[in-house]
């Protein structure tokens, strides 16, 4: 005979009443167990919900302190003469479109306003001061930079001093 037969016979089984009190029993036996699990899920849920709120706001600082050493980090003397050779490029450029690049007071004139514009982008004095994590910006800003009336009298100056000296060629562009 089998485990299952055996259960299955009527003097094995178990009456309704001594069911109920296993089941009481059974109950009894397991309501302070469960309590006590119940409690300690409820514990290790508010141990995590507080973890998470303390990584949570370390992360929220880790990320406030980057951006404050990402702003107090100025620029390298190397990423400051890129940018200085990128302002005279630049303004070699737009006076070449006029037919003015060969005047150095012009370039000088047109660099130190677009220099000008980039300080005034970053509210400093000196390209040095400006973040060096934003170097590529201002390349970006350097490169696209194109006032035209600022362009227009710069080369209007450049040609009323060539026309001054009696330059026989005088750029008309």
Do not use: H
Not at 145 to 153: E, G, P, T
């Amino acid at each position: 005979m089998m485990k299952g037969e055996l259960a299955n016979r009527p003097e094995n089984a178990l009456s309704e009443e001594q069911g109920q009190v296993i089941a009481a029993v059974v109950q009894q036996i397991m309501a302070p167990v469960m309590e006590q699990i119940g409690a300690i899920l409820k514990t290790n849920t508010e141990a995590v919900q507080r973890i998470a709120a303390t990584q949570q706001l370390m992360s929220d600082r880790i990320t406030d302190i980057e951006k404050q050493v990402r702003l107090k980090t100025p620029m390298s003397r190397a990423q400051e003469k890129c940018i200085g050779e990128a302002i005279r490029a630049r303004a070699r450029e737009l006076l070449d479109a006029k037919g003015c690049a060969d005047d150095k007071k012009a370039v000088t004139k047109l660099g130190g306003m677009i220099r000008k514009s980039l300080l005034a982008r970053y509210g400093v004095d000196s390209l040095r001061e400006a973040p060096a994590y934003d170097y590529g910006v201002a390349m970006e800003q350097v490169q696209g930079w194109n006032n035209f009336l600022a362009v227009r009298d710069v080369v209007k100056e450049a040609r009323e001093r060539a026309e001054a000296k009696g330059d026989a060629e005088v750029p008309t562009r």
